[in-house]
């Protein structure tokens, strides 16, 4: 029964019914009794209890029953266990259960926590009595976590921990004095401990820190049904709240109290039941506690769920989707809900201050003047956003017109997005200087977003099975316009300061915006989405009323919106034709400049751990070296001889500064043909130069260095040494199995039998090395390497991470010529591994081949790496050779694949 702020269940909990009858569990209390504390039978009957929730969880029994059921089940075994233990003097004691158990909800593997509440702190006896106790329920298999509180005790944790009071705002009673509990009922309450104004800015406190750690998206690839935003811990945030200031026990309480409406309650319980199934299969199928939803998991749950395969997505993607917005409907419900409360709880009621004739201002939020403002004038409700940029100073919106907002979302029906003001709303809300970001989010949210842009609907908690993309479309769409707008103000202009003064320099960043909004709107559709987002994109900018020529370099934008990243990673950027080539295709520096913005705040936005400063350095001296053959013209492209002058002449600046006379320099240089001083900057020319120069002439010890502060955001590190076939394929698995991660390689063969190899390497979470002991480590097995190659070992035994070996990618070789440049091109994709770059190298190795380049882009689960090769004759590969390397690697991959 109810009392006050705590449950004090002195029945056992009811075994559900609504289902077909519970063998096991009905006769349980009967088998205990008579198997008189054997731990064996205790055992035993636990075991086939779990057997029969397993089976009637996958004979799709309601959750409801199964997760009542098994806190039930438990609750049998623990009475009895207190019952058969022979504890003595523990009458005025109480056995508690607390936390979820105490809420009577328990997954197989979830915890189970008691509290035995005594009077005064146990002696030695008391302390023998505990002992025994949990020793016996270990014993049988129960790993319980337990605590002895006395009142007083209960009090002081309680006080200092926000935590232990909302485990103990869910305490029911077991077996013992109900007397004690009743103590620690009133001692607890609201007058005593935690006032309810307290408690609330506590609980939305804790969410908020909680939701900061998942960065503030319920959309990651491997979410926490339990803890992540939307998840369970926000519905009983909600109930915490709602028990210690209303005394509502249910969420049924909350309808009743006028909280929830009807539909409002049943969308509830129906995330919650789904949040339930997810989290019941998760330990069903690892027999553990495991609340992430792990990519493994997610296969084999939507398999459970009978998920199948459509023409366009996996069964995965299908169940994902379901999960990600039943997560965002609760945290519409949770905001909706806290809001609610924040009101009632926390606010002296202020007369409104009108705003229009629509809306006011009450206690802060914005709220509608009256319930129908948004039937009478349609257009209010993305007015609403507006006002919300146009007055920073409100808080949010008021409960009341959140709801008048979800009634009327079919409003927004084609009339209304035909309708001028619309269009013209809605472009004040991208044209916004402030809160671009914010309300779009909250748009989302709402279910406006989805509703004014039907595409955009579609690709609502989308997911795409992969490593690569670390959030469903709508999050990651929603975070790139986060970061352009990031790089629009200008107190983030030191995170990617080209990228901010670009950005700040647009005639329209609304441009941008759109752009953002529409470059995967087309996901999951079939065919190229770059396509089918700039037809959508077109026409939704000449009907929202902008220029046929801002239109029109909205839809170039999403057509071409992956260009700029794949070129710069994947092709030859030191190469002039590759620069005027893509001159030609973006045609002028306005083009340019928005592509540019728009690639950093897509890849920036795809997965946390992919953008690094070595990216943000590759794609600024690509643009850099675009808008200088933009500058010249189309028509007088950048030819080869110009760059190479240029670059010698910057890197003598430095050299002079340095006190390297121009003699060494001539002499240093004389090693080098054009190709060195085009794919080498003039600093790191610089660097190589000041080093040769040091080194003695006629020595033919290698040389080792790194510069931890390379100019393109990474550790570059140099080898100079006699040349060997094999220096790629060993030196990689060097570096491979120090952790490093190569981003790129350049081998430069001198034309006195040495080469110069130059590798940009990162640690595993993208930033250079710093640390000097580090570095020397380095060093040092590289230096080991060059003087006894026989004792380097080629294998990397390093495994690859968990995540990479549940995707299975089939290895593809492409093999071209680049006749220009005398040189093949290998285009290779596979599964991203450690050791995969020194086995391309040993098979580049046997096969007498000589690389020249490797552009290494690892795209989440998947390597897509370039390589620049010949013969030893400095020549393209012959038809024949290519096939034969084309064979000799497909061997050699998929032989390491399988293994």
Known sequence: MPVGDIDILEEPLPLPTRSAPWPLLTRLPTLLAEANGSPAAYREYLRQAHEELKARFLAEDPIEDLVHARAALIDVVLREAWRTQHLVNVDSWALVAVGGYGRGELHPCSDIDIMLLVPEPPDAHGRGNVERLVTFLWDIGLEVGHSVRTVDECVQESTADVSVMTTLLEARQLAGSSSLVSQMRDALSPEHVWPVKEFFEAKVREQSERHLKAHDTAYNLEPNVKTGPGGLRDIQTIAWVAKRHFGSDTLDGLATRGFLSVAELRRLKQAQAFLWKVRFGLHVLTGRREDRLLFDHQIRLAQTFGYEDASYTLAVEQFMQRYYRTVMDVSLLNELLLQLFREAILTESEPPRP???????????????????????????????????????????????????????????????????????????????????????????????????????????????????????????????????????????????????IMQSLPRTEVAYLAALFHDIAKGRGGDHSELGAVDAEAFCLEQGLSPYDARLVAWLVRNHLELSITAQKQDIADPQVINAFARKVGDENHLDYLYVLTCADVRGTNPKLWNSWKASLFHDFYDRVKRALRRGLESPIDQEQLVRETQEAARRLLVEHGVTDADVEKTWARFSAPYFLRHTPDEVAWHTRLLAERDAGSDEPLVALDPHGVRGTTSVLIFARAHRHGFARTTAVLDQLGLNIVDARITPTGDGFSLDLYHVLEDDGAPITDNDRKNEIEHAIWRSLQRPEDTPFAVSRRAPRQARMFNTPTQIQISVDERNRRSVLELTAGDRPGLLSDIGRVLMEQHLQLHDAKIMTVGERAEDVFYITDFEQRALSAAAAQTLRENLMQALDRRRAA
């Open 355 to 501: 705003l229009n004739a629509r809306f006011q201002v009450r206690n802060g939020s914005l709220e509608a003047v009256s319930s129908d403002v948004f039937a009478r004038t349609p257009s209010a409700i993305l007015e609403l956003f507006v006002l919300l940029q146009q007055n920073p100073e409100i808080n949010g919106v008021r409960a009341s017109t959140m709801r008048a907002v979800a009634r009327s979302l079919w409003l927004i029906d084609e009339e209304f997005r035909q309708n001028p003001r619309n269009h013209r709303l809605f472009l004040e809300i991208v044209r916004s200087p402030v809160g671009v970001t914010h309300e779009l989010r909250r748009m989302n949210t709402y279910g406006v977003l989805g509703r004014y842009i039907p595409a955009f609907g579609r690709i609502v908690g989308r997911m795409q099975y992969d490593l690569f993309h670390a959030y469903t479309v709508d999050a990651h769409t929603l975070f790139v316009v986060s970061n352009l707008r990031r790089f629009a103000i200008p107190r983030y202009d030191h995170e990617l300061p080209a990228a901010s003064r």
